[in-house]
């Protein structure tokens, strides 16, 4: 027996959206005491979702698709065009295979290697100066991913392409001057990686096979066809990006460190499960990328609700790592609780639920996880600092600009 699915009431609610931020979507589950309701956002009906099953609905792949599921000027920006995002099924998979393949263990283990390095490098001219910590971590950061990937540059020539890479996600939803200046840094960076992927799939630069760049300049689709080099550059973005916009994280576990200090006086450095809960508690806690979105492959009625083919839906990730129904106290932060985390893909959802491979969630997780436990061992374990006097606060109302606080050290 199915029944009406909650729905606000109004022409569009992207203004709302845009003021309640991070809340709009746990605001309305409130009002209407469903975790599923309808309402308009950018000129449509969307279908909005919050919670662990909801989550798992979310992800199902037969019921939703990615086609045409971000807004134009996202893709635009943060994402690229033709990039494994929009994919589904099939194509999607062998994709994501791509991604997935660069995630050995070795690979992880230079990743935090190269981390701690540039952190080291970043420092060792700094003496008694205030620094502003998600400054420097675009800069480490910037090296670091252009390392990883393997695009064999110095690192002058690394750091100038840091505004670049972090207009891309800074200024992703904006609208107007920092919309163009967004699609403009985009285009240069597309731009800048053809010639590397030419380069490399010419011969003239020798690079070694199992590189990144190098990997995805060869990687072949289901025909058998190498990837349009536009294709390959907004995917090596793909790489490049994220890891910058780490810095994002960084800046919010310096505000978790200084909100947490008995809780960071405690905590055995040397322990990798201690590091890594205060780690997953950073993500859980912040906010970051509020919602995935996708649209509806077919109609399907779940839990007597009905879906119509081609409806906007949105999960909402931050509302789902608040949800009372799953995670205690959920305001309160306690890195404890990982202690017996379930390790369920669809309750604790940052970067996306489901499963890496067959699913959307975000290829870069675990590079994520290590390059924040290597900062905090950083940090804690090579660096003098202390907070000078600043506010630590940071915006959870507002959905475009970025949860960044820009926390201060004197270092
Ligand atoms: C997808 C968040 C870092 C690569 C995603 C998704 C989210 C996300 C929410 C979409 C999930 C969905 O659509 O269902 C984040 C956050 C990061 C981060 C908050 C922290 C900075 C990274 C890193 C990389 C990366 C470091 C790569 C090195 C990707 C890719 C996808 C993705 C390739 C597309 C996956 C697909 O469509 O199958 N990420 N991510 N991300 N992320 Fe991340």
New binding site residues.
């Given amino acids: 027996n199915n029944h009406p699915m909650p729905k606000e009431k109004g022409i569009d609610h992207t203004i709302q959206l845009l003021k309640e931020g991070y809340h709009f979507i746990m605001n309305r589950k409130e009002k209407f005491d469903s975790r599923v309701f309808e309402t308009h956002l950018l000129g449509e009906k969307a279908i909005c979702l919050v919670g662990k099953e909801e989550a798992e609905l979310f992800?199902d792949e037969t019921k939703f698709t990615?086609k045409d599921a971000a807004p134009s000027r996202v893709k635009k920006t943060l994402f690229g065009e033709g990039g494994?995002?929009g994919?589904d099924d099939a194509p999607?998979h062998h994709r994501?295979a791509m991604?997935m393949s660069l995630m050995t263990e070795e690979k992880l283990q230079q990743l935090k290697q190269l981390t701690k390095e540039e952190w080291e490098k970043e420092f060792r001219q700094i003496q008694d100066e205030n620094i502003v910590v998600y400054e420097k971590a675009k800069s480490v950061l910037t090296r670091v991913a252009m390392k990883w990937v393997e695009i064999p540059v110095e690192d002058t020539e690394a750091d100038k392409w840091s505004d670049e890479l972090a207009d891309m996600f800074e200024k992703a939803a904006s609208i107007g001057p920092k919309h163009w200046k967004s699609r403009y840094s985009r285009s240069k960076m597309e731009e800048w990686m053809e010639d590397w992927i030419e380069k490399v799939r010419s011969g003239k630069v020798s690079i070694s096979e199992s590189a990144p760049l190098y990997q995805f300049s060869f990687h072949k689709d289901l025909d058998g066809e190498l990837l349009d080099k536009q294709i390959v550059a907004v995917e090596l973005l793909?790489?490049l990006r994220?890891?910058v916009?780490?810095a994002?994280?960084i800046d919010l576990l310096m505000l978790a460190m200084h909100d947490n200090k008995d809780e960071v006086a405690q905590m055995n450095i040397d322990d990798e499960k201690q590091v890594t809960n205060f780690i997953q508690e950073v993500r859980r806690f912040y906010p970051?990328?509020p919602f995935?979105g996708a649209r509806v492959k077919e109609t399907f009625t779940w839990n007597g609700y009905v879906f119509e083919e081609g409806t906007l839906t949105l999960?909402d990730?931050y509302g789902t790592n608040h949800d009372p129904a799953i995670w205690e106290n959920p305001n309160q932060f306690q890195p404890s609780r990982f202690h017996d985390w379930s390790r369920s893909p669809f309750d604790f959802i940052?970067?996306?639920?489901?499963e890496y491979l067959i699913?959307?969630?975000?290829?870069?997780?675990w590079?994520?996880v290590d390059i924040l436990k290597t900062t905090i061992k950083f940090f804690v374990q090579q660096l003098a600092f202390t907070y000078p006097k600043q506010k630590f606060e940071y915006d959870n109302n507002d959905i475009p600009p970025l949860p960044k606080c820009e926390i201060r050290l004197r270092a």
């Fill in positions: 992800y990615r494994v995002q994919l999607h994501k991604f793909n790489l994220p890891i916009a780490i994002v994280y970051f990328f995935a999960l990730l940052p970067q996306g639920g489901g699913g959307h969630r975000c290829a870069g997780e590079i994520t």
